[in-house]
């Protein structure tokens, strides 16, 4: 059974390009949840989406910043026009139905140039 | 908002060695977990902890949830080389899926 699995690990972008970070949770897990992590620092909760639905966007900016979970492929958190203060480690959790339990995926490390 | 204060913020011991860290909170929590850091990975959770006064343990591992809801703690016993890394605590304020705020982390540094 697949853990979670974000792409790309790794992504470089110059400030005002797009980036797009993928997730796919665990089989069966409906719940997903972005965090961001900067150096040194623990995670902060960004958004949680269930299927085609935002439940909890309290943590993400008010700008350039959206997130979607559709109905079939993987979560995707975008960020338009970055800037570097972007720069982080952003990861996705899951968990199933009724679960309080979040499994991490291994995060996509972002660097604005 | 809420927020999570860890302690010690870092830790060296030898290897052989118990650990202790703790976690605390203005607020009150309905679930408590910990989860373990490796450099360039996830969190992984180690244990979670659903009841006040709930003391649970994973192979060496031993975390309790304080009976206030307002703390927690995680030992460690006979420390070995691959418990390195940054151990976090992580509460939740809902009584099902919810939003996992974060503490600081401490990290943890065995000497062999």
């Known amino acids: 059974n697949a853990g979670v699995m974000q792409n790309p690990r790794h992504l470089v972008r110059r400030r005002g390009q797009e980036a797009r970070l993928r997730c796919s949770p665990m089989?069966?897990?409906?719940?997903v949840y972005w965090y961001r992590q900067l150096p040194e620092e623990g995670l902060k909760f960004m958004v949680y989406?269930?299927?085609?639905?935002?439940?909890?966007e309290s943590g993400m900016p008010k700008e350039r910043f959206s997130a979607e979970f559709p109905k079939e492929g993987p979560s995707i958190l975008r960020i338009q026009q970055v800037v570097r203060g972007d720069s982080a480690a952003y990861f996705c959790?899951?968990?199933?139905?009724?679960?309080?339990?979040?499994?991490f995926g291994p995060g996509t490390r972002l660097t604005v140039l | 908002g809420q927020q999570l204060n860890q302690s010690p913020q870092s830790m060296f011991i030898q290897e052989g060695e118990d650990v202790s860290m703790n976690c605390t909170s203005s607020?009150?929590?309905?679930?408590w977990l910990w989860y373990k850091q490796d450099p360039g990975e996830g969190p992984v959770l180690l244990i979670a902890?659903?009841?006040?006064?709930e003391l649970t343990s994973n192979g060496r591992l031993t975390a309790q949830f304080g009976i206030t809801r307002k703390d927690s703690f995680l030992n460690i016993s006979a420390s070995i080389p691959s418990d390195v890394g940054i151990y976090f605590c992580?509460?939740?304020?809902?009584?099902?899926?919810?939003?996992?705020?974060f503490g600081p982390g401490t990290s943890l540094s065995v000497i062999p």
């Open positions: 959790a899951s968990s199933p139905q009724g679960a309080n339990e979040q499994f």
């Open positions: 089989k069966g897990h409906s719940h």
């Open positions: 902890l659903y009841k006040a006064g």
């Open positions: 992580a509460g939740q304020l809902g009584t099902s899926y919810d939003k996992v705020i």
């Open positions: 989406l269930q299927k085609e639905n935002i439940i909890d």
């Open positions: 607020s009150i929590f309905n679930t």
